[in-house]
């Protein structure tokens, strides 16, 4: 098991996480001493650059909460950028095979385990070349999340949670449901009986298997089915639902 593997279950339940979408540092600090396990900073569907990115990590920092960051794409430019800035574990979307899931990991390693580039005194997360000890840590302190969302990723599901390098495994439930033919429509039973089978292959192999709830509900459901780690929300949906239900309870006769 690695490091993060380890963190997940060292709780003995679900570790719980919130979508950070709103791409803003003070949004991410509000949620970051809320208490969280872990904040997901979406680099794929949010409106981030690399300079939001880093300022939200920064603005975290101080608290005891997990930083998790998504790459627009699994691609060895973002995962070198990503890490570089800091953000040591990364959320992959969309990976559909072993093949491309070790590939990802070979990007995420300096040679000669890999192949990711050397920015040494010029990256934030080796303290601009002071800690010496990052080239040949990096393997230990970086984590993979490879996303299982598609047709092909749950019929490669066994072959993907095998590969050496990749911590954990997390459903998304939107696109998967898209995948199988079920656009907008993730709670049908075809996706949900799915989404379970993923999860019994990924425990199986003794990887944690998270996933994005669509609900409050659907996030007991989830950890109640033994998903290691859940996001349980968005910062978005939190301001959105707040901000309609305020409305509506100020102008109820
Ligand atoms: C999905 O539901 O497809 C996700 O990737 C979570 O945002």
Redesign the pocket.
């Known amino acids: 098991m690695s490091a993060f593997g380890d963190w997940i279950h060292a709780a003995g339940t679900a570790r719980l996480g919130l979508w950070q979408a709103l791409a803003t540092p003070y949004t991410a600090e509000i949620c970051a001493q809320a208490g969280y396990d872990w904040l997901l900073f979406d680099g794929e569907h949010a409106p981030n650059t690399l300079q939001t990115l880093l300022a939200q990590l920064q603005a975290a920092a101080p608290y005891p909460v997990h930083p998790i960051a998504r790459v627009p794409v699994g691609d060895p430019v973002h995962i070198k950028q990503y890490l570089d800035i800091g953000f040591q574990t990364l959320l992959l ?1 969309m990976v559909d095979s072993a093949a491309q899931a070790a590939a990802l990991v070979s990007a995420s390693r300096f040679p000669p385990r890999g192949t990711r580039g050397v920015a040494s005194a010029t990256s934030r997360v080796s303290r601009f070349g002071a800690d010496t000890s990052y080239l040949r840590q990096a393997h230990e302190r970086v984590a993979l999340i490879a ?1 299982i ?1 598609s047709r092909a990723a749950l019929d490669a599901v066994d072959a993907i949670a095998a590969v050496e390098g990749i911590d954990a495994l997390f459903i ?5 449901a898209a995948s199988l033919g079920h656009l907008g429509d993730p709670r049908h039973a075809d996706v949900q009986a799915a989404i379970e089978t993923a999860r019994a292959a990924i425990a199986a192999a003794g990887k944690p298997a998270g996933i ?1 709830a669509l609900d409050l509900a659907d996030a007991r459901a989830k950890i109640a089915q033994g998903f290691a780690f859940v996001s349980i929300g968005t910062d978005v949906g939190l301001l959105a639902n707040g901000a309609r239900a305020l409305l509506r309870s100020a102008t109820e006769t």
């Open positions: 979307p996303q969302e998304g439930p939107a696109d998967l994005f």
